[in-house]
């Protein structure tokens, strides 16, 4: 059970806190201001902190400071009824993680709280190898390719150029980002990112340009959006290919002077930010097919950093590997300290579709069900040990989200093994079917066939769920990724009665 600190003076929002928070699965703990707090963190440990601004002895930015010297790792929650902008921004560029103001709405309040969970989950116990293995950007490996990234960091970090980097899902898009805001002037100020495919339509515009009291209903107070909570810092747009049309055009204002108006504003605001943007999408098959502007494209793409795939940096694989072990040894209390060549040799030979991501999660995976301090082949999976390697993707696929591509072979694959087994118990035995396995009569019209078709569907229909769940039922996001036409995904969610979620 993750544990949760709310600090708060206020007898009466610590307990509505308390009970909202409890009532989600948190364990809590009660402080009544910032020294309270800080003798607390002292005796025990927590996973995240969600305090008030104002308290008497030690206030809300007060512990801010402290809490991020001692505890870099434990993401700050700020919460206050005087949110004003120059307060926002001052506890973002002190390290608060994110902050509400009072009236807030319970379901925002946890929305942030789970996010700063799993962002912490995600960066716990970062481990600093030696200088041959990782680059004092954070950033691991020492490739050829990698090395030309370091130095296009070194190039454009201490400029305002606007950046636009992408990459396949998992490359780390985002580390270089953040490489980049480091290495320039604007490190002491705010780094926003921003998922501009994990946000509603709906409610994109007021998330990047804020909004004012009464736009629409529900906005009981003005409220700054991402851009103006980075100004003199960087801004991440991440994912920048799912942008809408319409916000596409708002954006190009920003990048053109700097300005924008918030939603139900008339005021013109200006703003001092960099602007970095990534995605996995090729931008400009997009802008042939019309979902993505030419001129917004040539306005971000002024310095391009391409990602280079995992399977493209492979010399990359044993330290990648070493320091997610060492990550995974501290966040779950592990001490496994040595890895068998054969199977940093397995890692090697395979083509990691998902990237640093995909060896970030099997490292963690395997750290957590190894049976002694040793990693040998008994501990990789089967999928691993057994995968052909690069050649599962060709050359058509490759120009597709390699990720979705390699589940959906795989899935299809199994799907012929189901095939092969139902034709052996047809027969009665297992060890007949080899020969007989791709005959001309599973061509034919038949049982076979029906049962091969059912199965398709049944792949397409999962991965359908897949992909409608990670775009929060978005229907036009959603299409665009499988390749289908609005229209076809909706006439594809009737035939498999699925509904947005």
Known sequence: MEKVLIVDDELNMRVVLHAMLKKKGYSVTEAVDGVDAQTRLEKENFDVLVTDLKMPRLNGLGLLEDVTAKYPEMPVIIITAHGTIETAVDALKKGAFDYITKPFDQGELINVIDKAL????????????????????????????????????????????????????????????????????????????????????????????????????????????????????TIFLDEIGELPRDMQVKLLQVLQDQTFERVGGVKTLHVDVRIIAATNRDLQKEIKEGNFREDLYYRLNVVPIKMPPLRERKEDIPSLTRYFLDRFNAKLNRSIREIVPQVLDCFQKYSWPGNIRELENLVERIVLLAKDEKISLEDVPDEIKNSPGEEILDSEEKDKDQFETYLLREMENFTERLVLMARSEKKGALEDHHDEAFT???????????????????????????????????????????????????????????RKK
């Open 118 to 233: 799993r962002t912490r989950r995600k960066n716990c116990d970062k481990v600093i190898l030696g200088e041959d293995e990782i680059d004092h950007y954070g950033i691991v490996g020492r490739s050829e390719k990698i090395r030309e990234i370091y130095a296009t960091i070194e190039q454009v970090a201490a400029t305002r150029t606007t950046i636009l980097i992408t990459g396949e899902t998992g490359t780390g898009k985002e580390l270089i980002a953040r490489a980049i805001h480091r290495g320039s002037p604007r490190r002491n100020n705010a780094f926003i990112k921003i998922n501009c495919g994990a946000i509603a339509e709906s409610l994109i515009e007021s998330e990047l340009f804020g909004y004012e009291k009464g736009a629409f209903t529900g906005a009981t107070a003005a409220k700054p959006g991402k851009f103006e909570l980075a100004h003199e810092g």
């Open 440 to 498: 001309e009569d599973q061509k034919k019209p038949g049982p076979y066939r029906n049962f091969i078709e059912n199965q398709k569907a049944e792949v397409e229909k999962r991965m359908i769920e897949k992909i409608l769940g990670e775009c929060s039922g978005n229907i036009t996001h959603a299409a665009r990724r499988l390749g289908f036409s609005r229209k076809g995904l909706q006439l594809k969610m009737l035939k498999y009665n699925l």
